[in-house]
């Protein structure tokens, strides 16, 4: 009778190439973990070089902003300051030309009396011959704004004309910028348009109330008045 082997039937065989078994797939499952974690080493690797590659390309483009904010700032900071450079030399060539044309106006004879240069003629004219002469100066005859500016215009003890007329509309008095006349400072019994008085002169030193009309064709000094501010 013909025997059968089976290797099962060897229970030494069994045991030895079970331990066999056994071993080889202890060392493929040491190497497998080399492997992973050799793997898992280089992935590691990997993603800290992208990590540090994205810091870098963060970092430069931090730098790159900045370095743009700070050239903008500083084209900024030379505009602004080419500004305030040509605004100083604005000011300061106004400042002279003021300066001159104070000069010039104090050589010529004005007087400064809050906020406005004087002029009183040293010659006599009509009303509107001493209009046009303050005009052709940059100024016009006298408005009296104020209490003040009346007892100033009084102070130089001359007939003066001044910058008010009915010329248009009798006894509707209106100053040379065409404002209507609101407080007066007539004399007593003026204006009494005496023969077609229609101009305004200061006619008396001592009392407040001077004023008195008079014929325009009249010749007397008179005062221009030119505003340096409001
Ligand atoms: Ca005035
Ligand atoms: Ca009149
Ligand atoms: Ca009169």
């Avoid at 084209?75 to 002279?96: C, H, P, W």
């Avoid at 001044?162 to 009798?170: F, H, N, P, Y």
Wanted: hydrophobic content about 35%; some cysteine; overall charge negative.
């Amino acid at each position: 009778m013909e025997m059968v082997y089976h290797e099962e039937d060897n229970p030494y065989e069994n045991t030895h190439y079970a331990s066999v078994r056994s071993g080889e797939s202890k060392i493929c499952s040491d190497e497998d973990r080399k492997v992973a974690a050799a793997e898992l080493g280089i992935k590691r690797y990997r993603l800290a070089a992208v990590i540090l590659g994205l810091l870098c390309m963060l970092q430069a483009a931090l730098i790159i902003f900045l370095l743009i904010s700070l050239f903008s700032e500083r084209d900024e900071f030379k505009r602004t300051n080419l500004d305030v450079e040509a605004g100083f030399k604005t000011l300061t060539e106004e400042r002279d030309d003021l300066k001159r044309k104070l000069n010039n106006l104090a050589q010529e004879g004005w007087e400064y009396f809050r906020g406005s240069f004087y002029y009183i003629s040293s010659t006599r004219k009509t009303w509107q011959q001493s209009r046009d002469d303050c005009l052709q100066k940059g100024a016009d005859l006298v408005i009296i704004n104020s209490k003040e500016e009346q007892d100033f215009t009084r102070k130089f003890e001359k007939r003066l004309w001044i910058g008010l007329t009915d010329s248009k509309t009798e006894l509707k008095w209106k100053w040379v910028d065409g404002t209507p006349l609101t407080k007066s400072y007539w004399d007593s019994g003026e204006p009494n348009d005496i023969n077609g008085e229609d101009c305004v002169e200061i006619r008396f030193f001592d009392p407040e109330k001077s004023w008195n009309d008079n014929n325009c064709l009249t010749e007397l000094n008179w005062i221009c008045e030119m505003k340096v501010r409001p």
